[in-house]
């Protein structure tokens, strides 16, 4: 006759724990992430078109202020980097931009840094960025007659300053989503780190269980 088996101390063998079947993360990652991207990019490359229509190109029109004095549009070209460094470096700065875009995309969904909402949506900002200035660094707004230093160039438009002696570079919207999404990818540095080596892994989402654990006092299961 066959007999349940036991463990010496007479409770019930505790089931092997099983691996969850449900995804790394929602599949409105995706959306999350692409549809920032594609958002951002879009809307950037629409406003600068909208802007060097209706303005000119940069030294054509005076500054059109929004805030007298301190905040409005004026057109620009920055054939560099961050505050004009690396002038003439525009093929640089694009494969950078590619090298960098392929790698949000591998963290996010390959190594599934996705399974959190708030890296999700800065690394959406930040693609979207890239996608807008990288347009203009591969020249595609640049058209024969204009200087040839401006082909690998960025249209900047937006132009804030304290006063005439405290300017800040002109930008545009692809900066200010690169910058919104180093900002919150500081802001999860400091005030979110991951956990400590040895505890939740970050496989699981937000209310999600694991598997109950067998407590101390369980009663032994009848043999």
């Given at each position: 006759m066959n007999?349940?088996?036991?463990?010496?101390?007479?409770?019930?063998?505790?089931?092997?724990?099983?691996?969850?079947?449900g995804?790394?993360?929602?599949?409105?990652r995706y959306a999350l992430f692409f549809g920032l991207a594609i958002a951002g990019g879009a809307l950037?490359?629409?406003?600068?078109?909208?802007?060097?229509?209706?303005?000119g190109l940069p030294g054509t029109q005076d500054v059109h202020w929004i805030i007298e004095g301190y905040f409005g549009i004026e057109t620009a070209v920055n054939i560099g980097a961050v505050f004009g460094l690396g002038a003439g470096q525009g093929l640089v700065f694009a494969a950078i931009s590619v090298f960098a875009a392929a790698a949000i995309i591998a963290w996010l969904f390959f190594f599934k840094a996705a399974r959190s909402c708030?890296?999700?949506?800065?690394?959406?900002?930040?693609?979207?960025?890239?996608?807008?200035?990288?347009?203009?660094?591969?020249?595609f707004?640049?058209?024969?007659?204009?200087?040839?230093?401006?082909?690998?160039?960025?249209?900047?438009?937006?132009l804030w300053q304290a006063s005439d002696q405290w300017k800040w570079p002109n930008f545009n919207i692809a900066d200010s989503l690169l910058v919104t999404g180093a900002i919150m990818l500081l802001v999860q540095s400091f005030f979110f780190?991951?956990?400590?080596?040895g505890e939740a892994d970050g496989?699981?989402?937000p209310g999600r269980r694991a598997p109950d654990e067998p407590t101390e006092g369980t009663k032994p299961a009848a043999s």
């Open positions: 007999s349940a088996k036991v463990n010496p101390s007479g409770h019930a063998p505790t089931p092997a724990p099983t691996a969850s079947q995804p790394a993360f929602p599949a409105s950037d490359l629409w406003s600068k078109e909208a802007i060097f229509r209706w303005r708030w890296l999700t949506f800065a690394l959406g900002c930040i693609t979207g960025g890239i996608i807008g200035n990288l347009y203009d660094r591969l020249g707004w640049w058209k024969p007659g204009l200087p040839d230093q401006w082909q690998s160039g960025v249209r900047d438009w937006i780190p991951p956990p400590p080596h496989n699981e989402l």
